[in-house]
């Protein structure tokens, strides 16, 4: 074990691992992140927290999943490249650990100019690659990036994201590789719709021997509306929504499309935990966490497993 | 070349205003290239002016010249008797030039008239593109020639980020996700293997983040 995350020790025993994400509000109110917590902690192993995600400001994710901690929940803290340099980055690094959290998401960020505050300046003194291997130098060498040593390590289970359906498709999977061979432990994908790609991606991830060196997990959103789908088809980059997906939900009335939405999402669930390679689900229901315990009910995903 | 933009004659009242003779300054370098500070922007700019501060009611008296360079003492020197004669200089040389000037005169107002943008070409006709940030350290080597850190929203070296769909920036989706240009420029010349290495962290001293850069040729100095 390199970590004492819960998350780690599930997908190393080869259970399939379910994980969910809770936005942070925007405001100081520790409520709304309880609240959330409440709402998924019995149904999933690790709860993301996201970090100012769409770069609208949010409360921090460090400080969200310390809130989640507290609760006894196993959080994944995600950090982006876009608004730390270097030394806050390794900074953050030792406090998170210092706090007990072990999982650890490393993004290059949503770019400024989609957020609130357009005008700001990113940092991207790192890309997402360069914070994988940050992490596992100050974990594995227990040494900073400038080279000197650290005292008292930061274990830390090490996550990267992976987009299967983003151009260029062939180098999706070199990219991929080039985050294992930084130190990714474990992959939470895009949201999934169009599986016959997914299947596809897996195929040349397999042909690497990829899966045998990092855990997959798939992710999973579900739709609320047709307007959503729309909207996430042709406004969301990188985000691929076919055109069946679309028609299955205009061919039901609107007051059913979320009932819809669940169901599709069941059913990816079930598809993906066939897919050779594939350990676990991660399900982002946006601002609609209240239906992931349904979801995993209905994928046959509980009770979930006891960690000593 | 450097590219410029001219500020916006309401902008250049704001900065003028109370001043009674101006110099309007063209620099026949980048800057007449890319269409912004060269001897017909001193024309057209200074015309403007005089009608836009008749208006805001404090008649500039405007004198109009170009040399052939604003950032070199040696042209610099042609402007002498005109820059004296005047209360203040309005640049329309790059950021170098406006400097250039005022460190010449200390005591002589120096105004920018333009906002400079890039290191960048001509894409097509009257439409400039960025090239380089001057990070002083190059890779465009490892990059096919075509640079990640200019043309990557994110900076990112070892990219594409998730964003990319059908060869677009998802920043900007009217051009070409820099991380597309390189992975197609290197395939075309057999170089793919360079995107499978990790590449470091970038040493962003040798950029603006390291303070004022000064390049000395022990060799040349005498």
Same mark, same amino acid.
């Given at each position: 074990?390199?970590?004492?995350?819960?998350?780690?020790?599930?997908?190393?025993?080869?259970?399939?691992?379910?994980?969910?994400?809770?936005?942070?509000?925007?405001?100081?109110?520790?409520?709304?992140?309880?609240?959330?917590?409440?709402?998924?902690?019995?149904?999933?192993?690790?709860?993301?927290?996201?970090?100012?995600?769409?770069?609208?400001?949010?409360?921090?994710?460090?400080?969200?999943?310390?809130?989640?901690?507290?609760?006894?929940?196993?959080?994944?803290?995600?950090?982006?490249?876009?608004?730390?340099?270097?030394?806050?980055?390794?900074?953050?690094?030792?406090?998170?650990?210092?706090?007990?959290?072990?999982?650890?998401?490393?993004?290059? $960020?949503?770019?400024?100019?989609?957020?609130?505050?357009?005008?700001?300046?990113?940092?991207?003194?790192?890309?997402?690659?360069?914070?994988?291997?940050?992490?596992?130098?100050?974990?594995?060498?227990?040494?900073?990036?400038?080279?000197?040593?650290?005292? $008292?390590?930061?274990?830390?289970?090490?996550?990267?994201?992976?987009?299967?359906?983003?151009?260029?498709?062939?180098?999706?999977?070199?990219?991929?590789?080039?985050?294992?061979?930084?130190?990714?432990?474990?992959?939470?994908?895009?949201?999934?719709?169009?599986?016959?790609?997914?299947?596809?991606?897996?195929?040349?991830?397999?042909?690497?021997?990829?899966?045998?060196?990092?855990?997959?997990?798939? $992710?999973?959103?579900?739709?609320?509306?047709?307007?959503?789908?729309?909207?996430?088809?042709?406004?969301?980059? $990188?985000?691929?929504?076919?055109?069946?997906?679309?028609?299955?939900?205009?061919?039901?009335?609107?007051?059913?499309?979320?009932?819809?939405?669940?169901?599709?999402?069941?059913?990816?669930?079930?598809?993906?935990?066939?897919?050779?390679?594939?350990?676990?689900?991660?399900i982002m229901a946006i601002e609609w966490e209240e239906m992931v315990p349904g979801i995993t009910q209905e994928a046959g995903l509980l009770p979930r497993p006891k960690v000593e | 070349m450097i590219v410029a933009e001219r500020k916006t004659i309401p902008e250049l009242i704001e900065i003028l205003k109370g001043q009674k003779k101006v110099l309007v300054l063209g620099c026949g370098t980048c800057v007449t290239v890319c269409l912004a500070g060269g001897e017909r922007e001193v024309s057209i700019i200074s015309s403007a002016l005089r009608i836009a501060s008749r208006l805001a009611g404090f008649s500039l008296q405007i004198e109009e010249l170009t040399i052939e360079r604003q950032c070199d003492n040696v042209f610099i020197e042609k402007a002498a008797e005109a820059i004296e004669r005047n209360d203040a200089v309005l640049s329309l040389g790059c950021g170098a030039g406006v400097q250039a000037i005022a460190e010449r005169y200390p005591a002589k107002p120096v105004y920018a008239g333009l906002n400079t943008a890039f290191l960048g070409i001509l894409e097509e006709r009257a439409v400039w593109t960025e090239k380089c940030v001057a990070c002083g350290a190059c890779v465009l080597h490892e990059y096919g020639g075509i640079c990640p850190i200019t043309r990557c929203a994110k900076h990112m070296l070892n990219g594409p980020c998730g964003g990319s769909r059908e060869d677009r920036c998802e920043v900007l989706p009217d051009r070409p996700c820099a991380w597309q240009l390189i992975y197609q420029r290197l395939k075309g010349i057999g170089q793919l293997d360079r995107l499978k290495q990790i590449k470091p962290p970038k040493n962003w001293n040798a950029s603006i983040h390291g303070g004022l850069r000064v390049i000395v040729r022990e060799d040349h100095r005498i």
């Open positions: 074990m390199t970590s004492d995350s819960r998350l780690e020790k599930i997908l190393s025993r080869g259970d399939f691992a379910v994980t969910s994400e809770c936005g942070p509000p925007r405001g100081a109110d520790p409520e709304v992140i309880q609240k959330k917590g409440a709402l998924i902690k019995d149904s999933v192993d690790a709860i993301n927290v996201t970090d100012n995600q769409t770069s609208v400001v949010r409360m921090s994710s460090f400080s969200s999943c310390v809130i989640l901690k507290q609760m006894g929940i196993n959080p994944v803290l995600q950090m982006v490249t876009r608004d730390r340099n270097r030394i806050a980055i390794q900074s953050d690094i030792l406090g998170a650990a210092a706090l007990g959290i072990n999982n650890i998401l490393c993004l290059s $960020g949503d770019h400024q100019k989609f957020g609130d505050h357009g005008k700001a300046k990113n940092v991207y003194d790192l890309d997402s690659i360069h914070l994988i291997q940050t992490v596992k130098q100050m974990r594995d060498e227990g040494k900073f990036l400038g080279g000197d040593d650290i005292k $008292g390590k930061p274990r830390f289970f090490i996550g990267a994201a992976a987009n299967p359906f983003a151009d260029p498709f062939e180098f999706r999977v070199v990219r991929l590789a080039k985050k294992v061979a930084a130190g990714a432990q474990f992959i939470q994908t895009q949201c999934i719709y169009n599986l016959d790609r997914f299947k596809q991606w897996m195929q040349l991830v397999r042909d690497r021997g990829l899966h045998e060196k990092v855990h997959i997990l798939g $992710g999973v959103t579900p739709m609320k509306s047709l307007g959503m789908a729309n909207y996430m088809k042709k406004m969301v980059p $990188g985000m691929d929504v076919p055109d069946n997906l679309i028609a299955r939900l205009k061919g039901v009335p609107k007051e059913k499309q979320a009932d819809e939405g669940i169901k599709i999402s069941v059913e990816t669930i079930q598809q993906l935990r066939e897919i050779k390679g594939v350990h676990g689900v991660h | -």
